[in-house]
C-alpha cells in the first residue's frame, strides 16, 4: 500500500533536547512538508522540499531543521531553540511543485516537559 | 496576516440535514480551492476541491460553491452522517505557491 509514515505517534522529551521526527514515503511523490497544528490554529508551513537535496523555510521555520537525502524520506528535527516545541506534527507530499493535492501522514504528538 | 479565514469554530447539525462550512480569503488571486477533513489524532485527507474558474463541484454528498466577488467558499454536506463528524480545514493556493490552510471548523452530527 502507498501511503506516508510517521514515527512514532507519540513522543516525549526533556526541554533542552534535539528530536529527530521520521516522515516516508512510498508514492514516488517529489515535494515533501512538514507541518505543525496548534488547538484553534489551522496547518502551519514549517519546511519544505521539492527535490532531493533541496528544501525551503515556510512560514515558522525558527528553531527546526530539516534534510532531503532521499526521494522517499523527509525527516525534521525539532531543535533547544524552538520556544513552544510541543504540538501535532504533520508530514505530506505531494507529487510535485504546484501539485495542489497534499497527501498527509497520521501525525507525531510531540510533547516537550 | 490570515489570508484565509474560517470564522466558525465548532458547528452542530442533525444527522440527515444539510451541514454548511464556509471560508473567506482576501488574496483574489488563489486559484484552487480544496477541502481537508481531519478525525483527532490523524492526518487530514483532501474531500474536495475547485478551480477558481469554476464555481460549482460536487462529489457524492459533497458539493463545494465557489463566489469569487464576494471571495467565499462554502461546503455543503447532505444528508449528514455521523462519520462526517470531524474538523473541516479549507485552504488555497495560487500557482505553484505553498497551500494556505484555514483554522478549521469542528462539524458535529448528532443522531
Known amino acids: 500500500d502507498g501511503g506516508i509514515t510517521q514515527s512514532p505517534k507519540y513522543l516525549f522529551r526533556k526541554e533542552g533536547q534535539n528530536v529527530t521526527l521520521s516522515c516516508e514515503q512510498n508514492?514516488?511523490?517529489?515535494?515533501m512538508y512538514w507541518y505543525r497544528q496548534d488547538p484553534g490554529q489551522g496547518l502551519r508551513l514549517i519546511y519544505y522540499?521539492?527535490?532531493?537535496?533541496?528544501?525551503q523555510k515556510g512560514d515558522i521555520a525558527e528553531g527546526y531543521s530539516v534534510s532531503r537525502e532521499k526521494k522517499e524520506s523527509f525527516p525534521l528535527t525539532v531543535t533547544s531553540a524552538q520556544k513552544n516545541p510541543t504540538a501535532f506534527y504533520l508530514c505530506?507530499?505531494?507529487?510535485?511543485?504546484?501539485?495542489?493535492?497534499?497527501?498527509f501522514g497520521p501525525g507525531t504528538r510531540l510533547t516537550v516537559t | 496576516d490570515q489570508q484565509v479565514k474560517q470564522n466558525s469554530p465548532s458547528l452542530s447539525v442533525q444527522e440527515g440535514r444539510i451541514s454548511i462550512l464556509n471560508c473567506d480569503y482576501t488574496?483574489?488571486?488563489?486559484?484552487?480551492f480544496l477541502w481537508y477533513k481531519k478525525y483527532p489524532a490523524e492526518g487530514p485527507t483532501f474531500l474536495i476541491s475547485?478551480?477558481?474558474?469554476?464555481d460549482k463541484n460536487e462529489d457524492g454528498r459533497f458539493t463545494v460553491f465557489l463566489n469569487k466577488s464576494a471571495k467565499h467558499l462554502s461546503l455543503h454536506i447532505v444528508p449528514s452522517q455521523p462519520g462526517d463528524s470531524a474538523v473541516y480545514f479549507c485552504?488555497?493556493?495560487?500557482?505553484?505557491?505553498?497551500?494556505?490552510f484555514g483554522t478549521g471548523t469542528r462539524l458535529q452530527v448528532f443522531p
Open positions: 505530506a507530499s505531494s507529487i510535485g511543485k504546484g501539485a495542489y493535492e497534499q497527501y
Open positions: 508514492l514516488n511523490h517529489d515535494a
Open positions: 522540499s521539492q527535490i532531493v537535496n533541496d528544501f
Open positions: 488574496n483574489s488571486m488563489f486559484d484552487y
Open positions: 475547485i478551480s477558481s474558474i469554476k
Open positions: 485552504a488555497a493556493i495560487r500557482g505553484t505557491d505553498k497551500l494556505i
